[in-house]
């Protein structure tokens, strides 16, 4: 502890203790939502599979039980029914009816989860920096400014959202999971790499953390000779999920403390704050933790992907990034859903994704605007689709790179055919050229770490 007084206002409102619901609670927040006993059974089916964890902070506070099963909260944390392929459910189910032991039932998940591509854009392949000639689990260097770092008690959230595109880390399977606790060897690694300038430091949630370990990760960033990190980010849903995190919560105000000694160090410390749904801004605990959070000098940078039946109409985005914006939040990144775990489920073709994310853009005012999207995090970096277009006769995207394993690459603008169908990189071919300007073989990828070029960088 640094001894610093503590600058921010004192919490207004009052919060419970953290309580979770996981699957043994399912059958019964499931019957409250109205679904039958062969419906149920399906969406225990779908959680042998993909996570399942909720609180009750979201189950009395923010969903509408009115509206369920249909009501967006409800659909953002409990699985459905029919988001995985009908016969791999049917399979489940019937073991699960049948009493089946629990290594039949764990083998037939396993092998579902096998065809659902659980770590998308090549992070267990490609982005793995080594230290010292060994790999450093935990940690990714995937954008040369920019190092990840997945904290080991950081591997779960205050709730699972259903189309979480880090679904590996949370289910029973060790292979899956990127984890580290080595902060020395870390901020060895970080001595080494002066043209790292940022630190984002990501799970799970990193928030559900107590703030003593948080510390363990944070603290040594501050250290003098690391003086070229000058921002520590943190991905959290812990505003949507858990506000208690930053009010009422017993380590509150110690967190809150840790964030001023981060901004006293002269670093920049940013929430990367995940938001689904306008609902989720609606609670007061909301207000006081951002209010807290920005009174420690803390930003608050605001992004969630776009969802088919969530949050797929722009006035949701608008009204999201109104709010966010009139609380003092920074609306920063719309992300199309990735190609792993029930994509098919929850995608939006791009094409519409576009045009709601234009139509939102377009009625809000230009201090929203610091918003980018739709953006595909994908294996060659972030791809934005900027519209559909008309070109020597030939509809195409019109696309860029806003972030890219070769830097040489962001900012210009490309094209791809058009296909009304497409929802992700992966389905696009290239127009005008014979290939899209990030199409480099995996193998000539760490090159871009080769000495010389990290040399021209820093
Ligand atoms: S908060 Fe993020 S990491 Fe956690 S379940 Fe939701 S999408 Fe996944």
């Known amino acids: ?141 995937k954008y040369p400014e920019t190092v990840l770092i997945f904290p080991k008690q950081g591997q779960t959230c205050h709730a699972y959202c259903t189309y979480c595109f880090r679904w590996a880390q949370f289910v029973d399977e060790p292979d899956l999971k990127m984890a580290t606790d080595d902060t020395a060897r870390i901020t060895d690694y970080l001595r080494q790499h002066p043209e790292v300038t940022s630190v984002l430091i990501t799970g799970g949630d990193p928030m559900i953390m107590s703030e003593a370990v948080l510390r363990r990760y944070v603290e040594p960033l501050l250290a003098p000779d690391l003086e070229h990190i000058e921002s520590i980010r943190i991905g959290t849903k812990s ?73 797929d109409d722009a006035a949701t985005w608008a009204g999201m990034w109104r709010t966010q914006m009139r609380m003092g939040m920074v609306p920063y990144y719309m992300f199309v859903e990735r190609d792993t775990g029930p994509q098919g489920y929850f995608a939006v073709p791009l094409a519409r994704a576009h045009e709601i994310f234009r139509d939102a853009y377009a009625s809000v005012s230009g201090l929203c605007r610091t918003v980018r999207g739709p953006s595909m995090s994908a294996t060659p970096g972030k791809v934005c689709v900027d519209g559909v277009v008309e070109v020597a006769g030939e509809k195409v995207f019109a696309l860029h790179m806003i972030q890219a394993r070769d830097p040489a690459i962001v900012g210009r603008p490309f094209f791809a055919r058009y296909d009304p169908n497409a929802i992700w990189l992966s389905d696009l071919e290239p127009a005008f050229a014979s290939r899209f300007p990030f199409d480099t073989s995996p193998e000539e990828l760490p090159g871009l770490w080769a000495p010389e070029v990290l040399a021209s960088l820093s």
Request: hydrophobic fraction near 40%; charged fraction near 25%.
């Open 239 to 311: 505003l949507g999920y858990w506000p208690q995190r930053f009010v009422t919560d017993p380590d509150a105000d110690e967190t809150l403390r840790l964030f001023e000694e981060v901004t006293e160090a002269g670093k920049s410390l940013a929430l990367m704050a995940h938001f689904s749904h306008p609902r989720e801004l609606e609670s007061s605990l909301v207000a006081d933790a951002v209010r807290r959070i920005r009174s420690a000098g803390g930003v608050i940078r605001t992004q969630a992907p776009l969802i088919r039946s969530i949050n």
């Open 1 to 141: 502890m640094t001894g610093l007084p503590l600058l921010v206002p004192g919490p207004s409102s009052t919060g419970r203790r953290f309580r979770a619901y996981t699957v043994k609670h399912l059958d019964k927040l499931t019957a409250r939502a109205g679904l039958d006993a062969d419906e149920r059974l399906a969406v225990r089916a779908v959680a042998t599979v993909l996570p399942f964890r909720t609180n009750e902070y979201v189950v009395e506070s923010l969903i509408d039980w009115d509206a369920a099963p249909d009501d967006p909260i409800y659909r953002l944390v409990f699985p459905q029914s029919d988001m995985l392929p009908e016969a791999d459910i049917r399979q489940i189910s019937g073991l699960l009816a049948g009493g089946a032991p629990d290594t039949e039932v764990r083998a037939a998940a396993h092998a579902v989860r096998e065809r659902l591509n659980p770590h998308p854009a090549g992070q267990l392949a490609f982005n793995i920096p080594e230290f010292a000639d060994e790999p450093l689990p935990g940690v990714q260097h």
